[in-house]
């Protein structure tokens, strides 16, 4: 009877080890656990940026939308109201033709989408600006926020920016003003509304690596200068990259940060900030930077942004 438990016990004892073992086997069997994937920062839908002297007092000569407003605001608002002569482009997504209104010593700048909007442009250029409130005086679409009101007119986007903010004292202006700026950049729009190309032929060396980087042939073209330096524009409804040259740009800001942002292997100095898809250089006397947005955002590699201006250095070198 012993002898019969005792080989009983060393059977399943032999079986649990065989469990055990096959257990063990499947599972060294199974494909692992997906690892991790990299944290791939990508750029976000924004405008580079702005390049030295782009204020509306340097860039392309008028007439703008707010030469276009200035009498019409003079009377309505009781203060000398001007612009500044020239217009210019943010390269952003989506990129906006702007100019510069001045009215008490304070500056309002004016964008105007350089494409028919998309559905969610207007979101696109209030996004992370504070708390937005409705304004059904101008479109059933029409925001604002502490810093700018946007708003569609027929097929544009427009943007009314305040650089010392909306409702903001002493720097700012008041909200009445603001809509009543609204309300003039509304009635002129759809008579200025611009060629979507204009080109230099300087740049075109470089738009065939900057349709690779679109997808597509581009449908925007802003090329132009300023005092001599060169910025070209290339965009579609779902990516833009730009180059813009300044000259003698004291600083690369970028070069201050902690930690400092990844050495690019050009220019002296030369940066590449993957989170901005943007490389940006120094070359003699003149800075350059190279940006690359897309909507949905994704990462944005430095060769592609060397591959767009490459063709164009030997005239930054000259």
């Known amino acids: 009877m012993t002898t019969r438990v005792l080989r009983t016990t060393a059977c399943w004892a032999v079986i649990g080890v065989l469990l055990v073992g096959c257990s063990v086997a499947r599972r060294a069997n199974e494909a692992p656990p997906p690892a991790p994937g990299p944290v791939v920062v990508v750029p976000g839908v924004a405008a580079p940026p702005q390049a030295e002297g782009l204020d509306g007092t340097a860039g392309e000569p008028g007439p703008t939308v707010c030469s276009a407003v200035t009498a019409t605001l003079t009377k309505q608002l009781g203060v000398s109201v001007t612009a500044k002569p020239f217009t210019w482009n943010d390269g952003g997504l989506p990129a906006l033709d702007l100019c510069t209104l001045l009215l008490d010593g304070r500056s309002v700048t004016v964008g105007v989408s350089s494409l028919p909007k998309q559905p969610d ?4 250029l209030a996004a992370n600006t504070g708390t ?102 290339w965009g579609s409804f779902d990516a833009t990259v730009s180059i813009v040259e300044s000259f003698h740009a004291d600083t690369i800001p ?20 993957p989170e901005q898809g943007e490389l940006v250089f120094r070359q003699g006397r003149r800075v350059v930077r190279v940006t690359g947005l897309t909507n949905p955002s994704r990462q ?19």
């Open 300 to 318: 944005v590699p430095l060769d592609t942004l060397l591959g767009v201006v490459d063709p164009l250095l030997p005239l930054f070198i000259r």
């Open 121 to 124: 442009a207007l979101d696109r």
């Open 132 to 233: 937005l409130e409705l304004v059904p005086e101008l479109g059933p679409e029409a925001r604002i926020s502490p810093s700018r009101l946007v708003f569609a007119v027929e097929d544009r986007a427009v943007r009314v920016l305040s650089t010392g903010g909306i409702d903001r004292y002493p720097s700012g202006i008041d909200r009445a003003k603001a809509v009543a700026i609204s309300r003039a950049v509304r009635a002129v729009v759809p008579g200025m509304i611009r060629s979507a190309r204009q080109s230099d032929s300087a740049c075109q060396l470089s738009t065939a690596a900057a349709e690779r980087f679109v997808g597509t042939i581009v449908q925007l073209r802003r090329d132009y200068r300023v005092n001599g330096a060169l910025t070209c524009i």
């Open 254 to 273: 970028e070069a201050t940060r902690t930690p400092p942002p990844q050495f690019a292997p050009i220019g002296r100095p030369g940066y590449y900030l």
